[in-house]
């Protein structure tokens, strides 16, 4: 199993910036994706940016040029670089990966973090 540990929410004024950094520990095969998702209050959880093994990254058009996702595989974790941050950004932030438990395994699993808050004031 994948466990997912957080880190690097917070406050900010808005203009400002966060890094978060997310850490994949325990036994698996092989991680397929890796990225965040948010969910603000009232809200649906949504996709922020994910990074698949292959190396591309997807980002949510409201994010684009303003978040960078980027990975170290050395140490399963991924950093999202947040700046120039809004109110509409506010958010607890979740870490998600996706990933084969066993080279034998013929589903794959998914695991989340256990979340961060990410508060940006006007």
């Given at each position: ?44 959880r ?14 949510a ?17 991924v ?44």
């Amino acid at each position: 199993q994948v466990q997912l540990v957080e880190s690097g929410g917070g406050l900010v004024q808005a203009g400002g910036s966060l890094r978060l950094s997310c850490a994949a520990s325990g036994r698996f095969f092989r991680i397929n994706t890796m990225g965040w998702y948010r969910q603000a209050p009232g809200k649906q959880r949504e996709l922020v940016a994910t990074v698949i093994s292959g190396g591309s990254t997807t980002y949510a058009d409201s994010v684009k040029g303003r978040f960078t996702l980027s990975r170290d595989n050395g140490k399963k974790t991924v950093y999202l670089q947040m700046n120039n941050l809004k109110p509409e950004d506010t958010a607890v932030y979740y870490c998600h990966a996706d990933y084969r438990p066993s080279l034998l395994s013929s589903t794959d699993l998914d695991s989340w973090g256990q979340g961060t808050q990410v508060t940006v004031s006007s």
